[in-house]
């Protein structure tokens, strides 16, 4: 059972579209993080959110924590192909240390 | 950012041996650093939990006698696969978990090592 559920799997867009990739659970965090991994290396640290209801923009992305620090979202405005990527979400719970991760969605921006 | 190595990027080896990956944390010190496997077009999936000083912290089903980790510093941790088999043949990412940041804690990641057993 996936505690986190992403969506959606896949997403195939033109460059200059916008997108939003979802991030829902039933299950409290103190923190959220996205990450984005390309092929054949390590996931890179996007963002934490910490505060529900928090917005944070990373210039052309913005991720939303949920109010009650359930679900969590990634737009990006305006793709370009080095948006492509496997894009992970992945909930904490404070003093556990582990990560939930998402089953990841897979960005594809074609120029 | 933190910064997560990891040594070697990829490594082949014969059916039976065993094989070392090493993840460094380079500008900081980690009590704790994760193990997880990745395969193809999948996500990622917690192995085990390093503690320093400790003995880590298995995921069901994860055989510990495996896959034998070591946090013998607050700098290294290393993943030792025994007896490797074809089946053990995957992506290999450690990370280092930072606490008392502005954001509470969080986890970065090493590069991965790609394991193929032949």
């Known amino acids: 059972t996936q505690l986190l559920e992403q969506s959606p799997q896949f997403l195939s867009i033109q460059e200059g579209e916008n997108l939003t990739v979802y991030c829902n659970s039933s299950s409290v965090f103190s923190s959220l993080q996205w990450y984005r991994q390309e092929p054949g290396e390590g996931p890179v640290l996007l963002v934490t959110?910490?505060?529900?209801?928090e917005v944070k923009k990373l210039k052309r992305l913005t991720f939303q924590f949920g109010d009650a620090r359930k679900d969590s979202s990634l737009h990006i405005t305006a793709a370009q192909p080095g948006d492509t990527g496997l894009y992970l979400c992945a909930g904490a719970w404070s003093g556990w240390g582990k990560l939930q991760f998402g089953a990841g969605t897979q960005v594809v921006v074609t120029p | 950012g933190a910064v997560v190595s990891q040594h070697p990027s990829r490594v082949i080896c014969k059916s039976g041996t065993s094989v070392k990956i090493e993840c460094r944390s380079l500008d900081f010190q980690a009590t704790t650093m994760f193990w997880y496997r990745q395969f193809p077009k999948q996500s990622l999936m917690l192995m085990a939990t390093?503690?320093?000083?400790?003995?880590?912290?298995?995921e069901q089903g994860v055989e510990k006698d495996k896959f034998l980790i070591n946090h013998a510093s607050l700098t290294l941790s290393t993943l030792t696969v025994t007896s490797a088999h074809p089946e053990d043949s995957s992506f290999y990412i450690c990370?280092?978990?930072?606490?008392?940041?502005?954001?509470?804690?969080?986890?970065?990641f090493g590069p991965g090592t790609r394991l193929l057993v032949l």
């Open positions: 390093s503690n320093e000083g400790s003995k880590a912290t298995y």
């Open positions: 990370s280092a978990r930072v606490t008392g940041t502005s954001v509470g804690e969080t986890q970065y």
């Open positions: 959110v910490v505060t529900g209801g």
